[in-house]
């Protein structure tokens, strides 16, 4: 499989739920970012890692916790999330960290929160 | 406050059309300017990449400007196709290390029969 994959695509869950959210890319790269869509907002960066360390927290509550096992795998944890965190989370990845690498980004997962 | 503001929120044209996208941004010290392309329940796709020396680049029948006085740029569809309808985003990125970029809403183009 090539490029970079997100699963689930759509994950429906309760307020009191724990979930992850895992994100794969299969493209060699070395820094892997987390994003949030919401309808009608521009997209939101919450998370950067570069060589699997977190390098950027962009103000993301608690709630909302990262993991990078190695540079090919990302995933977000979830716990205790609220309705308004309902939204499209998309992973992406790039060569390098930095504003001069272009990010590939994956399909998405739809998250709604009940 | 670094902005990106992009115009129309969406637009409707006719396959075979023209049509052009606008963004302007306040971010500063600028680094490079991105437009992506995203398709409904697709990740954005990156068209071009526009540093501070570019006015112009192309990438087949897209076609993006920079005027980094006036702090604008401009995104033009030729001939429209079908397979063009998406949203498309500017993102504006800053120099001196910060890895977060400002993101604009997007344009959702719609391109009909």
């Known amino acids: 499989e090539t490029g970079v994959t997100q699963t689930p695509r759509h994950l429906v869950m309760g307020m009191t739920n724990k979930k992850s959210l895992k994100c794969e890319q299969h493209l060699g790269h070395n820094a892997m970012y987390w994003y949030k869509q919401s309808a009608k907002k521009p997209l939101e960066l919450m998370f950067v890692y570069s060589l699997e360390e977190r390098v950027e927290n962009n103000s993301v509550p608690s709630r909302f916790s990262p993991e990078c096992p190695n540079s090919s795998h990302l995933f977000l944890h979830l716990h205790t999330l609220q309705p308004e965190d309902s939204a499209l989370y998309l992973c992406a990845s790039s060569q390098a960290a930095g504003p001069y690498n272009e990010q590939f980004f994956g399909p998405g997962t739809r998250l709604t929160v009940l | 406050k670094n902005q990106v503001e992009q115009s129309p929120q969406s637009l409707i044209i006719l396959e075979g059309k023209n049509c052009t996208l606008q963004c302007n941004y306040t971010v500063s010290p600028f680094s490079n300017l991105r437009w992506y392309k995203q398709d409904t329940g697709r990740g954005p796709v990156s068209l071009t990449i526009?540093?501070?020396?570019?006015n112009t680049k192309s990438n087949g029948r897209y076609t993006a400007t920079l005027d980094a006085d006036t702090k604008q740029s401009s995104l033009h569809i030729t001939a429209s196709q079908l397979s063009d309808s998406a949203s498309y985003i500017c993102v504006v990125s800053e120099t001196g290390g910060s890895y977060i970029p400002t993101f604009g809403r997007g344009t959702s183009l719609i391109v009909h029969p």
């Open positions: 526009m540093t501070f020396s570019e």
